[in-house]
C-alpha cells in the first residue's frame, strides 16, 4: 500500500548506499511533492545485483521546483522537474 497520496509534501532521503542507487543526488536532501503513485514495482536497487528486488517498493513521480534545486537557476519560476522515485527514498515533511 502506498504512503503517500498525490499532492503530499516529502523530503528526498540523504544517503549514497555501497550498491547501485537510483536517487539522483542533487535532488537529495531537497522537498518535492507527490504528483502520482505508479503503484508498486521490484525495487532496482536489488535487482541490480541480482536479487529479487523484493519485497516491491511504491514508486511515484515527485515535483521539484527547478529554483529549489538549482540556485543560479536562471529559468521562470514555475519551472519543474519531475522525477520517478521510489518510496524508500521518501520521508515524510
Do not use: C
Request: hydrophobic share 35%; proline share 10%.
Amino acid at each position: 500500500m502506498a504512503k503517500f497520496q498525490p499532492g503530499d509534501q516529502v523530503r528526498i532521503r540523504v544517503g549514497v548506499p555501497p550498491t547501485h542507487f537510483r536517487t539522483p543526488e542533487y535532488v537529495q536532501g531537497k522537498h518535492g511533492q507527490i504528483e502520482t503513485s505508479w503503484g508498486p514495482f521490484p525495487n532496482p536497487e536489488g535487482l541490480a545485483y541480482g536479487g529479487d528486488g523484493l519485497p516491491a517498493q511504491p514508486l511515484y513521480l515527485v515535483k521539484f521546483a527547478q529554483t529549489d534545486l538549482w540556485k543560479e537557476y536562471k529559468g521562470a519560476a514555475q519551472d519543474t522537474l519531475l522525477l520517478d522515485i521510489y518510496e524508500n527514498w521518501l520521508e515524510t515533511i
